[in-house]
């Protein structure tokens, strides 16, 4: 047999190469100078992107004004008798297809649509809604080789007038915790589509569960804002429990110990409230309030939490355990039993108890003193 000697091999695996280097792409301006752009938009904890290329209205000195829709962009399915299909619609840009990509699943126009990246379509028409089109053919060239059974899903969209917009651009408006109205706009009109996150609370609880379980959960005070997302949202409670002790005794043992103060008390007992076991968040709450390295302010804030409840009596109770456990404090005992005695209607102790706060105003508090000299002029005005 033959041998073949070792440069010979060298000097087909250079030309081999070289070949592959001669065939590849490089990078030249785009095509048309559409040039490429993205815009991105969260929306809660959901990521969404759109990927495209810009044209513009006047090009090469062209003046397109007024022959972008129905001209330069043919309506309905069209057969530019280029590509495969005979049936296109527009790619909603320039060049490659337009595509967009969903961390999540979302609801497009009301309609479900799994995670993933689509290319986007528009069917243009002359009269009637427009469609937007999102198919699950996101590798393609424009819309050369649409074909309809690659459809993940079809919505109608009604277009917009719009302010003259030279290059087409794609932006997100309505921007809310769960949901956002994307949009095309270009020349004069603008073509939204809403998008919406179900269950948005879910994701977040999802994403929370995932962090805790790597570096965030080695600090007690991630476990409590887990727990205190669940109360506030009224979602996930019994495992919103579960991550409240955890803040308070020990998210990992002997690596991250937990801590008993009063912002972990107060947010179990928040976690015990939105479950309805009332009984048991009181009694979660009086332990927070009676911890010696509780501040005065911190029993304050909870004061005029029930307070603006509508919880008079029991926030009266507060307010009198404060002065108690903090003799020494002058200023927010004393606006605490103002407020208090303001409330229950005892005008007596209550201007005599603002007028002590007002001696002793902290530096902390001076920018807010003519609001406290006003509720005491109100108050003796009655």
Known sequence: MKRTSIPFL???????STLGQELSEISTPPDGDNEKAEVSQWVGPVKVSIAYHSPRVHFKGAERTGHIWGELIQYGFFDDGFGPSKAMPWRAGANESTTITFSHDVKVEGKDLKAGTYALFLDVEKSGPWNWIFSNNATGWGSY???QKNDALR????????PFTEFLSYGFDDRLPASATAFLQWENKRIPFKIEVPSVNDVYVAKIRADLQSWPGFNYRNWQNAAQFCADNKVNLEEGLIWAEKAIKEPFRGAALGHEDFATLQTKAAVLSAMGR?????????KALRLPATEPISIHQYEMRLLRAGKKEKAMDIFQLNFKQHPAEKFYTYVGLARGYTATGDK???IKNWETALQNVPESQKANRAVYEKALK?????
């Open 278 to 286: 009332e009984p048991e968040a009181d009694a979660t709450m009086d």
């Open 145 to 147: 080789q649409y074909e």
């Open 348 to 350: 007596e102790r209550a």
């Open 155 to 162: 919505v109608p969209a009604t277009p917009q007038d719009a």
């Open 10 to 16: 060298i000097l087909c695996l250079i030309a081999s």
């Open 378 to 382: 109100d108050l003796k005005e009655k």
